[in-house]
């Protein structure tokens, strides 16, 4: 089959291309890219075309911080309904955490899993192991063994390990094994029995807060023991201005660190907590306004290398409940496109650069194939167009779940189509 993308604005950062090309699928791979109007002849061929006048055509994205549920809790999620909302969000490769029942701690976990994909998934589905065996902080999975099942970093989200010379020796055997250990930086102790930031709205709701102290302290602690051991440390869903500075000093200092950020760190503040709608309660919590801009400005400079969402669905059993109990976690992979493009209306970043912490810059961090329009690479592709404006309508989430504090919002860049391997997996309702 031949996919012919036609009259686009493509924008591929890892080639460094930002212009008007036509772009040529075949066989599932990425057969040409060439100036637009440039690709002629026989090669087009029983060619299917897709105009993108008007449109952004860039590498699919990939987001390396996904909860997907299965096994365990498929009423939230499942991999099949994951990958429909991934790929309605313009993701065409997705990371799976292994926060699942069983935890994905051993080979037959993560073959399921790879099995599901290739059965039901649309995207592709990576996996990610865990640091500890059961995420119980008490003794460390077979990372070997994790590794030759195909894991592409190691971590225990959601349940940091708090055990520090377990945490060393995971950076010893991580760096052996070539990848990185990724981790949810968080002090439990400090933050027992909270659900919200620790501030001035926390004390005024009368909610139990979670002081940044809990995130930074424990950065500081892991950028020490990879200081020692060797290794590397990418910091999951960096949410404190203080933790931020830290990776930019450990950056200065050469040492491999890198980190993500989610949509919702850089939109929301704890102010949204005010009306006590759950949808606002997620790990690590909605900060202060400082937070928020440290957050932005560490985009800004590269400090913070790439945007992911923690998707983490839930149903509404698990969030129409008291505030304090409700569990922690909104869906984010359809709304992460027109969030992250308001950091391009705001000057934050470039569109370039947005695209690159979504595509390039994460295959780079993961040693994925993934993330260009290469020639001879998978033709995984979106194209999306950054100028319509909608409104984010949760009940047409493709996610199982409908946990989003953004219901409702209005919203400019859509999603047209989404291509993986040359096939395409999603259409916007809305267009032809």
């Known amino acids: 089959m031949k996919v012919l993308i036609k009259n686009g604005r493509v924008i591929d950062p890892a080639n460094r ?10 066989k599932g791979v990425i057969k040409a890219v060439e100036k637009a109007g440039k690709l002629t002849g026989s090669a087009l061929d029983h060619a299917t075309v897709i105009d993108a006048r008007d449109k952004i055509v860039a590498p699919g994205f990939i987001d390396m911080h996904v909860h997907f549920r299965e096994p365990g809790f498929e009423y939230k999620e499942t991999i099949q309904s994951g990958c429909e909302s991934a790929a309605a969000g313009g993701f065409t490769t997705v990371a799976v955490m292994p ?60 349940r940091p390990v708090m055990n520090p010379e377990l945490m060393r020796r995971a950076f010893e055997y991580a760096k052996m094994l070539g990848l990185p250990l990724i981790q949810h930086s968080e002090v439990l102790d400090l933050t027992r029995g909270g659900c919200m930031n620790e501030g001035i709205v926390s004390t005024e709701l009368g ?17 020490s023991l990879l200081d020692r051991a060797g290794g590397r440390l990418h910091v999951a869903h960096i949410s404190s201005g203080e933790s931020v500075e830290l990776v930019r000093m450990a950056k200065a200092r050469g040492l491999p660190v890198t980190c993500e950020a989610a949509p919702h760190h850089f939109t929301l503040t704890d102010e949204a907590v005010r009306g006590y709608d759950t949808n606002t309660k997620m790990s690590p919590p909605l900060r202060a306004q400082k937070d928020l801009e440290a957050i932005r400005e560490g985009l800004k400079d590269s400090t913070i290398d790439i945007i992911a969402t923690d998707h983490a669905p839930h149903d509404l059993v698990d969030k129409e409940v008291e505030y304090s109990e409700a569990c922690f976690g ?103």
Request: net charge neutral.
């Open 207 to 223: 909610l139990r807060g979670m002081p940044t102290e809990a995130e930074d302290i424990m950065v500081y602690r892991d950028i």
């Open 17 to 26: 291309l930002d212009g008007k090309f036509d772009v040529l699928a075949e």
């Open 99 to 158: 926060n699942t029942k069983p935890v994905i701690d051993n080979r037959s976990v993560v073959e399921m899993i790879q099995s599901t994909a290739r059965a039901r998934g649309s995207v592709n589905v990576l996996v990610i192991g865990a640091i500890t065996q059961g995420l119980k902080g008490e003794k460390l999975s077979d990372m070997a063994e994790l590794k030759e099942a195909g894991v592409v970093g190691f971590s225990d989200d959601g």
């Open 330 to 432: 909104i869906v984010g992979l359809e709304t992460a496109l027109p969030l992250t493009l308001r950091l391009v209306e705001d000057k934050t970043l470039s569109l370039p650069q947005a695209i690159e912490k979504l595509t390039s810059r994460p295959a780079r961090i993961f040693g994925l194939a993934q993330g260009s329009l290469s020639v001879g690479k998978d033709a995984d592709l979106v194209i999306f167009d950054p100028q319509e404006e909608y409104t984010i309508d949760a009940a047409r989430f493709k996610s199982k779940s409908k946990n989003s504090p953004f219901h409702g919002w209005k919203v400019k860049g859509k999603v047209v189509h989404t291509l993986v391997r040359g096939k395409i997996v999603f259409s916007s309702p809305d267009r032809p």
